[in-house]
């Protein structure tokens, strides 16, 4: 009996700070969420009342709450596929020798996973100047016309999608890479005696065999994309014209700006909803390409 808790022992500090920090503002936010609280609570708990659904309905009557939802969808739709492809690809590459120049280039590439978005943002912010960039400028030696990186409505979409995806190639780099490591050199070496060039074994030997973490890596980075902030919170704040507003930006200006916590909070579970179903298909997905 001893023995079966164990685990269990080991394995509750992590679940304990899963619980608090995780699963309980989640229970807290659907409460509030039945609410009209705002800052006034604050003063005084009286000025809190129950409200039902009502903020739900009219969060699904909210125009501005759709043009979030369907820039976030835009956004993953732009950044899962493109992460992905690209970390495999750059790990691939690296993959291919063990030399020093190699392995800086991996810490090289890693270097914008931990660098602070305050930074990213304002180097980019300056790539991305109309007047003074250096995308301009390039623009300009071939003769052609300034572009509004940032101000255009449609091209802002893309310029906040490029700099997430800079950003987050460098942890799945690394993550690829990792599972590089465990494809058996015997099967490459069987495959090269067969006559299967370098193409030819990476299609069909390396890339099946790191399935499950090109699994990992999709689930984890659409995740991420649809609790999508950072980069149009600092380099546009959800402008220009609501056209980089995210959900999560949606729900931080309604909380936080405009206090109506309960909107914001019914805005919360709706997404947390969304990640939900999106993440369970893909497991059902994956399941039932493993029984296959």
Known sequence: MRNRLV????????????????????????????????????????????????NYAMLFADKDFWQALGNTALFAVIGVPSIVI??????????????????????FYFIP?????????????????????????????????????????????FSVALVAIWRGTGLNIIIFLAALQGVPKEYLEAASLDGA???RQTWSITVPLLRFAIFFVSVTTTISWLQFFDEPFVLTDGGPLGATTSASIFIYKEGFRLNQFGYASAGSVVLFALIAIITIVQLRLRRADDEY
């Open 113 to 157: 996973a931990i660098t602070a978005i305050v930074a990213v943002a304002l180097v980019w912010g300056y790539l991305y100047n109309t007047q003074f960039g250096l995308f301009n400028y390039l623009l300009s030696l071939v003769g052609l016309e300034p572009v509004q990186w940032l101000s255009d409505p449609w091209l802002s979409k």
């Open 197 to 199: 060039g370098g193409l």
């Open 7 to 54: 685990p269990y022992l080991f394995v509750s500090p992590a679940m304990l700070l899963l619980l608090a920090f995780g699963i309980l503002p989640i229970g807290v936010a659907a409460v509030i969420s039945t609410t009209n609280m705002n800052i006034s609570a604050f003063a005084n708990w009286g000025n809190v009342d129950f409200v039902g659904l009502d």
């Open 86 to 107: 690209v970390s495999l690809v750059v790990a691939l590459l690296l993959n291919r020798s063990q030399g020093r120049f190699f392995r800086a280039l991996r810490s």
